[in-house]
């Protein structure tokens, strides 16, 4: 019974791994349409530290914590990140004249 469980968890975590570009493709634009709505664009701001810990524990989860700074070799996607994210990023609204 719990090699079966096991080899089922494994299968959906195998699909997880594979699907995870989309779903969070879909999760994008399931963000853009409901951001629409006025209750939920009023409260964004509540959810967006939260749900964005959700997204980041789910695609670090299975990162062997050895492999963790590998990314960092690769000097050209390092530093158009951090560009995009901190440089190119709009400041924040109490930063704005």
């Known amino acids: 019974m719990f090699l ?6 494994q299968s959906f975590t195998t699909f997880l791994e594979k699907a995870q570009s989309f779903l969070m493709l879909a999760a994008v634009l ?9 209750a ?9 530290k939260p749900l964005l810990m959700l997204m980041l524990t789910g695609v670090f989860l299975h990162v062997p914590l050895w492999d ?9 996607v390092t530093s158009a990140n951090l560009v995009i994210n901190f440089a190119w990023a ?8």
């Open 4 to 9: 079966l469980l096991k080899e089922r968890d």
């Open 30 to 38: 399931v963000g853009l349409v409901l951001g629409k709505a006025p």
């Open 40 to 48: 939920v664009a009023q409260n964004a701001a509540f959810f967006i």
């Open 68 to 76: 963790f700074g590998r990314p960092f070799q690769f000097r050209g």
């Open 90 to 97: 709009l400041p924040p609204p109490a930063l704005r004249h």
